[in-house]
DNA sequence: GTCGTTGCGTTTTTT
DNA sequence: ACGCAACGAC
């Protein structure tokens, strides 16, 4: 009955029984989080404490929330209904519902998306007559949404916490702006929470009436909680004359988000909020190896303000390899080598999709996605394109996909009965069975089942419809191919299909407020369609960038930022750009400060935890930005690894060496701080005045990026220059150096 | 409305 | 260098 209990350790188990009074469990990576808040859960209801509708839990995302209810369901050995379990945006807006009319609203809202927010914000600005140039809308909807993080309503924003923005009107359109949504009977994000804490705070019988509907509240990533998720909840769990059953969850050295909003404070003060709360640490990690944990550990431990936790190596088998740190040259060799490294590993039977690549901004996966296309390394990108995971954009891709190639039985099931063609159990598990007897596609069965009377009235009608738009789109597909018709024909067979088959009317005819927004992406889709000369081009183009059901298990490569790699965790992890400005971000430092650095650095620390059994870090000696080639040193984190941890590789001493002659200067803007290599003047101070000496053709040149060459004629400040390992480029003369004859200079630029 | 040109910005992301 | 957004022209 309670062998669920029997899989914990004794923190652990702390944590799942500890059920009454306030309770925050500071959990570090790896330690066991989600099975504890699990297994608490179902504990609470399996021990008669609660029945399922009168525990709260709240998750950031939906795929935190189907995490959790799966895996309740699966302790519980059954699923479960009436759970008050989801996102805290999800959770509002059902009760948001409820209680609409408090707020203005009726309770069939709609919730506005950020196209709409912004479009409806700019409208007021000019109603305002702000010059949008000057003072761009998406500035002020980033204040007001700060606002409302905070819990401030226009009313509550005093003069001192006002922006300057717009010559000090903001307030005043932050209520103008909510006064719209109100006219239009709209809510954005940020207001599901803002008005449903509004009715807690005035309304008593509203609160009083989740009081005795909640017993015990269940809060995951609370690290991650923002003010006004943070009076949500303590309105909800403070309640005069009784203990607060509140259960949070969360590590303060994975809060990473504070730029949209979280406090790590939340966290830090959880005793105060809730006196008499017990803590409890899980501090025994399960996933990675000793050296991994004491690199992460170190790291962290640079950072002030902790609650203080340490991760011990849980696993009987924590000896590992060190933490590899390479030094390169420049970003390609970084790339090279990192795809060489994956290489190996898959060679010696690690599977690919346990490998990670992880970097700080999402323009760097683009060198490591050549490299791994040149090297034929089956890899995926994570966040980069959450627009193909959309339902309506997957039933249409279904569509295309089932006029394309007739024997997509998947992509035919998908849209069979959608819209609804009255296709139920009885009729699909009979061409499931037809289709296997006859060992032919679902479509085939469909005409076979037609052709001999099994399907009959409503369905076969609506089935022989559908199964006639598919046929004629692929004779239409098939014209297209052999005449010599001019490229937008499959964009017209497919606007066709999707009206046909009734898939556009659905949502037409559908009264939700997402609807017209689905139509919107809908539209979008075929807009894709004009890359691509035709239809199974585009298709092909769309599964290599959609996760979709085929491939999400498939051996891939992982390539996604640090922050979409929070909770993931890998058997091998690559975290390439490890270089001062770039990680930690010049443009964090800048605007946060010292804060901004710590939450770089426990950025680095979710980074190197994600790995089971080996790290590499990696940082180069230049780097393309943007237009030009950059010099930058190692990032400060790299130094803050214990060496006993770690593995040094690559050029080190010559990355030491370069340090040395480098610029002082990362992005061309920031003077660098943290180490003061000395600069050479003359030719890597770019933006100067041109050089006064001329390069006559003949001269030998050296080159930051491409090493030794000729000048072979110039051109005011340009000069062809035949390079002895790059080839023949043009470059401007501030770039390269005059080197005399016999000069050897050091040559790091080729360390291999 | 739709197309083409110009100019600016360029970290991280969920709901 | 590149992409996107805003503006002006048809």
Known sequence: MTSYLERLNPEQREAVETVDGPLLVLAGAGTGKTRVLTTRFAHILLSGRASPGQVLAVTFTNR??????????????????????????????????????????????????????????????ELHRIDIKRWPAPGLMGAIQRWKDRGLTPDRITPSEDTDFAGGKARQIYGDYQERLRQLNA??????????????????????????????????????????????????????????????????????????????????????????????????????????????SGLIAHNEGRMGKTLRPGREDS????????????????????????????????????????????????????????????????????????????????????????????????IINLPRRGVGDVALSALHSRARADRVPMTEAVLRLLADGTLKGRVRDQLGQLMATLERGRIGLAEAAQGEQIAPVHIRV????LEESGYIDMWKRDKSPDAPGRLDNLKELVRALVDFETLGGFLEHVSLVMENDENAGADRVNLMTLHGAKG??????????????????????????????????????????????????????????????????????????????????????LAREQLRNAP?????????????????????????????????????????????GIVKSADDNKLDVEFEKAGFKRVLDNYVQQVSEGEIGADIGTGS
Not at 226 to 255: K, M
Not at 268 to 282: C, H, S, W, Y
Not at 611 to 637: D, E, T
């Open 319 to 414: 000896q590992g390899d060190k933490v590899l740190i390479a030094s390169v040259w420049d970003s390609d060799e970084e790339a090279r080598l990192v795809g060489e490294r994956i290489e190996q590993l898959h060679r010696e039977g690690n599977t690919l999709s346990e490998m990670a690549i992880l970097v700080r901004a999402g323009f760097q996966t683009r060198a490591f996605e050549e490299r791994m296309i040149t090297l034929g390394l089956p890899y995926r990108v994570i966040g980069g394109m959450r627009f193909y995971e959309r339902a309506e954009i997957r039933d249409a891709i279904a569509y295309m996909r089932a006029m394309n190639q007739p024997s997509d039985d998947l992509a035919f099931e998908r």
């Open 187 to 296: 809510a954005d994000f940020g207001d599901l929470m803002l008005h449903i804490v509004e009715i807690l705070r005035t309304r008593p019988d509203v609160l009083a009436q989740y009081h005795r509907a909640f017993r015990y509240i269940l809060v995951d990533e609370y690290q991650d909680t923002n003010t006004i998720q943070y009076l949500w909840l303590r309105l909800l769990a403070q309640r005069e004359g009784f203990p607060s059953n509140i259960c949070c969850v969360g590590d303060d050295d994975q809060s990473i988000y504070s730029w949209r909003g979280a406090e790590v404070e939340n966290i830090l003060r959880f005793e105060k909020d809730f006196p008499g709360a017990t803590i409890v640490r899980l501090e025994s990690n399960y996933r990675s190896t000793a050296p991994i944990l004491g690199a992460a």
């Open 568 to 653: 993931l965790e890998f058997d091998n992890v690559f975290l390439p750009g490890w270089e001062e400005g770039l990680f930690p971000s010049q443009r964090t430092m800048d605007e946060s400060g010292n804060k901004g650095l710590e939450e770089e650095r426990r950025l680095a620390y979710v980074g190197i935890t994600r790995a089971r059994k080996r790290a590499l870090i990696s940082h180069a000696a230049n780097r393309r930005i943007y237009a030009n080639w950059q010099s930058s040193i190692p990032s400060r984190f790299i130094d803050e690894i214990p060496e006993e941890h770690a593995e040094r590789m690559g050029s080190t001493s």
């Open 664 to 708: 002082t200067v990362f992005s061309g803007q920031f003077p660098l701080m943290a180490k003061r290599p000395r600069a050479i003047e003359s030719w890597e101070q770019p933006g100067r005045a041109p050089r006064s000496d001329t390069l006559a053709p003949g001269t030998r040149v050296f080159h930051q990026k491409f090493g030794y």
């Open 494 to 497: 497919v606007e066709t299909l």
């Open 64 to 125: 935190a929330s189907r995490e959790m209810r799966e895996r309740v369901a699966v302790i519980l050995g059954r699923p479960v209904e009436g759970l008050w379990l989801g996102t805290f945006h999800a959770l509002c807006a059902r009760m948001l519902r409820r209680h609409a009319e408090y707020v203005g609203l009726t309770s069939s809202f709609t919730i506005l998306d950020t196209d709409d927010q912004l479009r409806l914000l700019k409208q007021v600005m």
